[in-house]
């Protein structure tokens, strides 16, 4: 199955064809198509398209199916003993979307490199630490404050 990670308003969505979700409100009416240029990765049946940030030509299309208001959040702050309490909520606005189509045309495709073995053990000899220096202190070398001038 062939899916998609997109930039939409903000934030960042694992998207199908033929999949619906709700994403924060958009502009457009109702059965109008928009469209996502942001696209991230595509993975086509094991076939893993990384962009830098972004995959260049890439595109999620998409149409609005309704506009929607999410639960209700209480936020509820309160003071003991004090007499404070402060009771709000918030409904979020969201449009409900359906996505059509995921095209990667004019993707560059990037292959996973094997590292060779001599280039591991160059790395892992790097990453070895080194030897540590011990450092003096001024009670270690015997000195007084009077002879440190």
Not at 21 to 39: A, P, T, W, Y
Not at 44 to 55: E, H, L, Q, R
């Amino acid at each position: 199955m062939m899916y998609a990670i997109v930039d939409i308003a903000g934030q960042q969505f694992k998207v199908e064809k033929d999949k619906k979700i709700f994403v924060h409100r958009l502009d457009g009416n109702e059965g109008s198509q928009v469209v996502f240029e942001k696209v991230m990765l595509i993975d086509n049946d094991k076939d893993i398209i990384v962009g830098a940030p972004v995959i260049e030509g890439a595109s999620v299309s998409a149409s609005v199916l309704s506009h929607v208001r999410g639960d209700k959040v209480q936020i509820f702050k309160k003071k003991r003993r004090k007499g404070y309490r402060k009771h709000n909520g918030h409904r979020q606005n969201f449009t409900e979307i359906l996505i059509e189509s995921i095209v990667e045309k004019g993707s560059k495709k990037v292959a996973a490199k094997v590292a060779e073995p001599a280039k591991i053990e160059a790395v892992a000899e790097e990453a070895k630490p080194k030897a540590a220096v011990k450092k003096t202190t001024k009670k270690e070398t015997g000195e007084t404050p009077a002879t440190q001038e």
